[in-house]
């Protein structure tokens, strides 16, 4: 039976019972249900649909848009509000998490909320937070990329819960199972090892050329990579070295006026030693936030979205002029400096 809400208006929200043995609104199931649907069933029912159009809406991800609606205040004819979970399954979460594009961004959102917000969350907000973030470990541990981004995300996790198990919303059984999600998630990381690549004959880093090496490095935004990088082997730690390379990453990361208050004037510019001056400047002015795809709002429909695809939006408008980016900044005292270093996702 449809449950009514106080708004006489509208006709109030269904709610469905899932697998799981909880309640959810039957307009967040559906969205949820399709999201779940295999790719290549879809493409086929949208051949199937769109046959006469000639193609038009081949490409899956011109029909399947992720975006939401944010509803910024109550009015007399809305009386509710954007929550986190319609957010979480509107905007697809779960697949973002999964995006090399998007894992970045999708990882400090989470770590913006399990650090601020956590206790603060409805159980139905925690409970798609922490599917996303397993969904997101099974995910690393399979591609073995961004293991140690994870690692640091489910560390705060763990953190985060044990902080605010007196003073959280919502009952304790639920905190506890998110607690021992969060360190069975711990464990995988911890027992994780990266498998050696077997030898098919293909080329490797190793045997690229200087040159070809060289050029790869110095699209490498994050300092802390180009140093692991060198430790395997002499030849890269030597290209490593390089003062072009560091001089490139002074030059990406910070304005002319943060490499003056560490560079001396009257230096010669083949003196300089940028590493140095990289380092000062990152412990004083921390790094530049680069991402892939970031969500973005429309000043005209107030709809968020992700950057790379358009919303669709009944005015026409320029990307650049008609849209927000969605910023967000963490406290440092969660970045503890000897384990993990304030550093800013690519």
Known sequence: MPFLGKDWRGSGDEWVRTKEGSWEKLKIWR?????????????????????????YYDDLQNVHRPSIRYQRAISREQMTLTTISEAFVHLDMATAGRDLKRF????????????????????????????????????????????????????????ALHEHRCDHIGCSALW???????????????????????????????????ECKQQIMLKIPDH????????????????????????????????????????????QESDIDWKYIYKRCYLRFGKKEVYSDVLAICRHCNHIFWQATVVF???????????TILEFQLPSEWEPISQYPPSVQL
């Open 224 to 267: 802390s990579d180009l140093l692991r990088l060198g430790q395997t082997d002499t030849h890269n730690n030597a290209i490593t070295d390089d003062t072009l390379l560091w001089k490139q990453l002074v030059l990406f990361h910070f304005t002319s006026r943060q490499i003056l208050t560490f560079l001396n004037k009257n230096e």
């Open 313 to 323: 939006c009944n005015v026409d408008w320029n990307p650049k002029s008609s849209q």
């Open 104 to 159: 970045n961004y999708v990882c400090k959102l989470l770590r913006l909320l399990l650090c601020e917000k956590l206790a603060f969350l409805s159980g139905h907000a925690q409970k798609h937070m922490f599917a996303i973030l397993e969904e997101m470990v099974n995910d690393v541990l399979r591609s073995q990329n961004n293991v140690g981004e994870m690692r640091k995300l489910v560390y705060c996790a763990v953190r």
């Open 31 to 55: 969205v949820k249900v399709f999201e779940n649907l295999n790719s290549q069933y879809i493409a086929r029912l949208l051949r199937l649909a769109l046959v006469e159009w000639n193609g």
């Open 176 to 210: 506890n199972e998110h607690l021992k999600a969060a360190n069975r998630m711990a464990d995988k990381l911890r027992r994780f090892r990266v498998k050696e690549r077997k030898s098919d004959g293909c080329m490797t880093f190793n045997n690229l050329p200087p």
